[in-house]
């Protein structure tokens, strides 16, 4: 009897222990890739409606924008993070363009505010209250916020003999204050910047405890809070609450995250490039197969690979390799904020050279609005070559005609498309969302080095955002535990349960 009582209770203890690590996700070691905790969830939105037409030269010169804010950013730090998922709405289409931004909850009780996503600087920062030129409406039909300081219950500031001061900021984008406050002053190479000072609160999340469980989260993070900002950020055509900085920082939100075992060092997207756009952005390891990866170029402040060569129709382009090697100012950097794709001068010529040959005897040239264009009369993909994009680590990235060409309308009963790709102004080659479309990408920053594969970023993507696979619907994420983890965890509980009942027939 005392047998039957003692397995009764470790089968009930069993079935509780299971119970708990279904809504919890605690992981053992032997089946955890990554110690994080649950998926968490902003949804991600669209600047720009898809029917409002942008030209290629707006696009041009907001990618230019962009580009010196990558190479003059100031704050860039050395460590990496990240687990957050994003439903991502917009589109590819350069002439169906949008910036995208998502909400954010801060402070006590919380605030929420539209900040724009930025691959390409590490800080979150949102206005502050205090600030006197920042803009107070928006032409994007959104409501701006700005951050009260004193009226959050849990704000606190960080002061110049703090270690994230002292210590973290050691660059030009870290100052002291008067009143002893750590501030900071981005200037980007557009003439535009930000200043103000860092602080601490807290940060809401919606986190994903299993199949239809959502749980309200949130942790502690550092942030920048803006008193200041000229240029472009004082226009109110475009003017959201902040950026949302997803860099290699430290003080990135995902580093901060991840530093601290909330999420695991790695982040996912997958853009859908037909005209309705969409996708998913996940903060996890989007899992499919055929994935190829190569190893982010080490020491440098951004997403930064080795591209090795170019191939045109399986034939390589007559390109020096010495052109894209990395350095300060040089290399190539994968870039979802970037709208076209950049090479540099020597490849470039070469590219479109080898294009244009290519097709000759098939389309008509044309020269529309300075770029080179193509009229067409039929699938672009029975008369263009494809493209390969060769890393190292021996990945290819294979382009089809749709990812280096954009339809720009019809020109004498025919389909007029263009090369997307542009001759880069600087010395960098910048891999942007005309390239990165239809494919899952995966920024795997625990090995330093990103995958990509060819997918319908319109299906759900498997997810691994703790021991096991999670299911992730782009549009509208719902995330399940896998029959895998219900199983593992369950054989688990039932091994305690066993030994529970020897220990207690032996009592």
Same mark, same amino acid.
């Given at each position: 009897?005392?047998?039957?009582?003692?397995?009764?209770?470790?089968?009930?203890?069993?079935?509780?222990?299971?119970?708990?690590?279904?809504?919890?996700?605690?992981?053992?070691?032997?089946?955890?890739?990554?110690?994080?905790?649950?998926?968490?969830?902003?949804?991600?939105?669209?600047?720009?409606?898809?029917?409002?037409?942008?030209?290629?030269?707006?696009?041009?010169?907001?990618?230019?924008?962009?580009?010196?804010?990558?190479?003059?950013?100031?704050?860039r730090q050395s460590s990496?993070?990240?687990?957050?998922?994003?439903?991502?709405?917009?589109?590819?289409?350069?002439?169906?363009?949008?910036?995208?931004?998502?909400?954010?909850?801060?402070?006590?009780?919380?605030?929420?505010?539209?900040?724009?996503?930025?691959?390409?600087?590490?800080?979150?920062?949102?206005?502050?209250?205090?600030?006197?030129?920042?803009?107070?409406?928006?032409?994007?039909?959104?409501?701006?916020? #700005?951050?009260?300081?004193? !009226?959050? =219950?849990t704000a606190g500031s960080?002061?110049? *003999?703090?270690? +994230?001061?002292?210590? &973290? %900021?050691?660059?030009?984008?870290?100052?002291?204050?008067?009143?002893?406050?750590?501030?900071?002053?981005?200037?980007?190479?557009?003439?535009?910047?930000?200043?103000?000072?860092?602080?601490?609160?807290?940060?809401?999340?919606?986190?994903?405890?299993?199949?239809?469980?959502?749980?309200?989260?949130?942790?502690?993070?550092?942030?920048?809070?803006?008193?200041?900002?000229?240029?472009?950020?004082?226009?109110?055509?475009?003017?959201?609450?902040?950026? #949302?900085?997803?860099?290699? !920082?430290? =003080?990135?939100?995902?580093?901060?995250?991840? *530093?601290?075992? +909330?999420?695991?060092? &790695? %982040?996912?997207?997958?853009?859908?490039?037909?005209?309705?756009?969409?996708?998913?952005?996940?903060?996890?390891?989007?899992?499919?197969?055929?994935?190829?990866?190569?190893?982010?170029?080490?020491?440098?402040?951004?997403?930064?690979?080795?591209?090795?060569?170019?191939?045109?129709?399986?034939?390589?382009?007559?390109?020096?390799?010495?052109?894209?090697?990395?350095?300060?100012?040089?290399?190539?950097?994968?870039?979802?904020?970037?709208?076209?794709?950049?090479?540099?001068?020597?490849?470039?010529?070469?590219?479109?050279?080898?294009?244009?040959?290519?097709?000759?005897?098939?389309?008509?040239?044309?020269?529309?609005?300075?770029?080179?264009?193509y009229l067409v009369s039929?699938?672009?993909?029975?008369?263009?070559?494809?493209?390969?994009?060769?890393?190292?680590?021996?990945?290819?990235?294979?382009?089809?005609?749709?990812?280096?060409?954009?339809?720009?309308?019809?020109?004498?009963?025919?389909?007029?498309?263009?090369?997307?790709?542009?001759?880069?102004?600087?010395?960098?080659?910048?891999?942007?969302?005309?390239?990165?479309?239809?494919?899952?990408?995966?920024?795997?920053?625990?090995?330093?080095?990103?995958?990509?594969?060819?997918?319908?970023?319109?299906?759900?993507?498997?997810?691994?955002?703790?021991?096991?696979?999670?299911?992730?619907?782009?549009?509208?994420?719902?995330?399940?535990?896998?029959?895998?983890?219900?199983?593992?965890?369950?054989?688990?509980?039932?091994?305690?349960?066993?030994?529970?009942?020897?220990?207690?027939?032996?009592?």
């Open positions: 009897m005392r047998i039957f009582r003692s397995l009764m209770l470790a089968v009930a203890l069993a079935v509780a222990l299971a119970v708990t690590e279904l809504a919890a996700s605690p992981l053992p070691s032997v089946f955890a890739k990554y110690a994080a905790g649950p998926a968490k969830i902003l949804p991600l939105e669209r600047a720009f409606p898809l029917d409002e037409p942008v030209e290629l030269s707006e696009l041009r010169a907001r990618d230019r924008v962009r580009h010196a804010r990558i190479l003059l950013g100031g704050g990496v993070g990240g687990v957050v998922d994003f439903p991502v709405q917009g589109s590819s289409d350069p002439y169906l363009v949008g910036l995208y931004f998502t909400k954010v909850k801060l402070g006590s009780p919380p605030t929420e505010f539209n900040v724009q996503i930025d691959t390409g600087s590490d800080i979150l920062w949102v206005t502050c209250s205090s600030c006197s030129n920042c803009p107070h409406s928006s032409g994007l039909g959104i409501d701006l916020h #700005f951050f009260d300081a004193p !009226g959050s =219950l960080v002061t110049c *003999s703090d270690p +994230i001061c002292s210590s &973290v %900021f050691q660059t030009t984008a870290a100052q002291c204050s008067e009143n002893n406050q750590c501030g900071y002053s981005f200037r980007y190479g557009d003439g535009s910047g930000t200043s103000g000072y860092y602080m601490t609160d807290t940060f809401y999340f919606d986190a994903i405890l299993g199949e239809s469980l959502v749980a309200n989260s949130s942790a502690p993070i550092v942030f920048g809070c803006s008193t200041y900002q000229s240029g472009d950020l004082t226009k109110s055509d475009k003017a959201v609450d902040g950026i #949302f900085g997803f860099g290699k !920082g430290k =003080l990135s939100v995902v580093s901060q995250l991840s *530093s601290r075992g +909330i999420t695991p060092p &790695v %982040f996912s997207h997958c853009l859908k490039g037909d005209g309705s756009g969409g996708g998913v952005f996940v903060l996890g390891e989007i899992l499919v197969p055929g994935m190829v990866y190569s190893p982010l170029v080490p020491s440098q402040p951004h997403y930064n690979l080795n591209l090795l060569s170019i191939g045109v129709n399986g034939q390589m382009l007559p390109i020096d390799a010495a052109v894209f090697e990395a350095s300060n100012t040089r290399g190539t950097i994968v870039d979802t904020g970037t709208t076209l794709t950049y090479l540099v001068k020597e490849a470039y010529d070469p590219f479109l050279n080898a294009i244009s040959n290519s097709v000759s005897q098939l389309v008509t040239p044309i020269i529309s609005n300075g770029e080179q264009c039929t699938s672009i993909s029975d008369m263009f070559p494809p493209v390969s994009l060769n890393f190292a680590g021996g990945a290819s990235m294979m382009l089809r005609p749709q990812d280096y060409l954009f339809h720009y309308g019809f020109y004498d009963g025919a389909s007029m498309w263009c090369i997307g790709f542009q001759k880069a102004p600087e010395e960098q080659t910048i891999l942007g969302d005309l390239v990165l479309k239809d494919k899952v990408f995966v920024y795997d920053l625990a090995r330093q080095r990103i995958g990509w594969a060819n997918y319908d970023c319109s299906m759900s993507v498997n997810v691994s955002v703790t021991s096991g696979k999670d299911i992730v619907n782009s549009g509208q994420p719902c995330l399940n535990i896998s029959a895998r983890d219900i199983l593992l965890r369950f054989f688990f509980s039932i091994l305690v349960a066993l030994l529970l009942c020897i220990f207690f027939s032996l009592t």
